[in-house]
């Protein structure tokens, strides 16, 4: 958790953000979309553009979620104007997108989506943001409830390590805290079992 935590500043994120590592951006994606779909329980729908990665179907596929794909423009990002939110538990934004590295105009998503769930799915582009001077493409990411980076990509980390941050570690504690009497410890160590699936 500590090399988490120092791998946020290089990459421009919030300092206070909890972050930790799952096995891949799937795995990060699936464990976020579950922590959406436990703080608005009702809401069954999960929205992304059309390039989305095939990693959110998956995690709706697992989860009962119902996907629904927004149009993009010309350069392959998603439209706000075309987001339709009705009954949305979480919204993913994508930045840079497999097939062509298109950035989503997260902070615009950010603007319309009201108290939707924002999912960033950064695993690919994410390492770029080491680069000062390709850091404009985390514009509007600190509004994100969650981000997964993929370090096993771009930062030749081997397999298989996902870094997952969130905003919001309590919602996560709600989605996935149970703690069993062989789990129990006295003192206050960050438990991350309570934070995830594994
Ligand atoms: C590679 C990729 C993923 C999936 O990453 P895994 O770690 O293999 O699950 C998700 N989203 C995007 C945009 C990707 O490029």
Redesign the pocket.
């Known amino acids: 958790m500590r090399a988490h935590d120092w791998s946020a500043s290089p990459l421009g994120l919030p300092a206070t953000w909890h972050g930790h590592i799952e ?7 699936l464990t976020a979309l579950a922590v959406a779909r436990n703080e608005l329980p009702g809401r069954r729908v999960v929205v992304c553009s059309e390039h ?5 179907e998956k995690a709706c596929r697992i989860l009962e979620l119902e996907l629904r794909r927004t149009p993009v423009d010309a350069a392959f990002r998603i439209r706000p104007d075309l987001l339709e939110l009705e009954g949305a538990c979480a919204v993913v934004a ?5 097939s062509t590295t298109s950035i989503d105009p997260v902070a615009e998503i950010a603007a319309r989506k009201g108290d939707v769930w924002l999912h960033v ?5 994410g390492s770029a943001w080491v680069c000062p001077e390709l850091r404009f493409s985390a514009a509007g990411v600190e509004q994100a409830d969650s981000l ?1 980076v ?1 370090p ?2 771009w930062l030749l980390v081997p ?2 390590c ?1 870094a997952l941050w969130t905003a919001r570690p309590d919602a996560f504690r709600d989605a996935f805290s149970l703690v069993p009497e062989y789990l129990r410890s006295a003192d206050d160590a960050v438990s991350l079992s309570e934070l995830a699936i594994p």
């Open positions: 096995d891949t951006a799937s795995t990060g994606t989305a990665h095939s990693s959110v994508t930045v840079g997108t497999t799915d950064a695993a690919y582009a997964v993929n096993h990509k397999m298989d996902s």
